[in-house]
């Protein structure tokens, strides 16, 4: 375990909020992947799995996170102010990586809610640009205040003074919301099946051949966009074989 310092907290809407905390130099992990981290509560660690949204070559980390009223740990978490201490353990693990995944043309991260979390790493990490020649970056929201965390990241990189350029070549950022009017609406479940979300970026229909896949959000969301991919003959990776699509579970507090 290593104790890290919060740096910055900003409060998206009130469910959703992201942060920033000190990382050590030790800690390594590879973009996707998610950890243990928590707060002391009545003298005792409470920690929950999170996914990492800042990149491995980065040198903080940075976190997104629901507010559950009566959650164990986020109706502590979502009160933390810069210079607070954080609980970050020390054993980073995870299925969306890129090892998991045969080589492929179009990467598609496919999200809901706070399941954006690890792409967020991944859409940041220069050695995604490398591999694939388009990478989606899908989100479904149930509003539009709820995209935000995601504009400014995709905002920032196609902006950047390094990295604008790439990213403003080969990022297709796709936010989409279901209750309310917006220039993308729909679940993902939905957009996939009528071909509309590629249909929209210009890309062909989602394909096995060319198309590789990461999931991350709510069970029901990761059963539908499971049985549609495997429905179309994508078969999932593994730490043992490499596939078309990865799957992991947005870890929500109930
Ligand atoms: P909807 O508004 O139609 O329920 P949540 O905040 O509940 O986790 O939902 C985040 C987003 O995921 C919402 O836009 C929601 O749409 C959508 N969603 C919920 N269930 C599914 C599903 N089975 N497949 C795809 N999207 C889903």
């Known amino acids: 375990m290593y104790t890290e310092t919060v740096q910055t907290v900003r409060h998206w ?90 080589p492929g043309k179009t990467l598609y991260l496919l999200s809901t809610g706070t399941g954006l979390a690890p792409f967020v790493s991944i859409v940041k990490d220069p050695e995604t640009y490398e591999l694939y020649d388009h990478i989606v970056l899908a989100h479904g929201c149930r ?13 920032n990189l196609l902006n950047d003074e390094f990295f604008g350029e790439i990213a403003r070549e080969k990022l297709l950022y796709y936010p989409t919301v279901t209750r309310e009017p917006f220039r993308n609406n729909g679940r993902l479940t939905a957009l996939f099946e009528q071909g509309k979300l590629e249909a929209d970026l210009g890309l062909a229909p989602l394909n096995k051949e060319t198309d590789r896949v990461m999931l991350c959000g709510s069970p029901q969301m990761l059963d539908d966009l499971q049985n549609l991919l495997i429905s179309r ?20 507090e109930k």
């Not at 990382?23 to 009545?42: E, H, K």
């Not at 990865?246 to 929500?252: D, G, R, W």
């Open 233 to 252: 003959g994508f078969t999932e990776g593994s730490h043992h074989t490499r596939g078309e699509f990865v799957i992991e579970k947005a870890f929500v």
């Open 13 to 102: 809407t009130d469910r959703l909020f992201s942060f920033t905390a000190t990382r050590n130099p030790g800690f390594r992990f590879i973009s996707g992947q998610f950890t243990m981290i928590g707060l002391t509560v009545n003298g005792k660690p409470l920690l929950r799995a999170y996914s990492i949204c800042s990149a491995h070559h980065e040198d903080h980390l940075e976190f997104f996170s629901i507010k559950v009223p009566d959650g164990p740990l986020t109706s502590h978490l979502q009160k933390i102010q810069p210079g607070d201490q954080l609980i970050v353990g020390a054993k980073p693990t995870g299925t969306l990586i890129q090892q998991n995944l045969k």
């Open 143 to 155: 509003e539009i205040a709820e995209l935000g965390y995601g504009e400014q990241i995709v905002n």
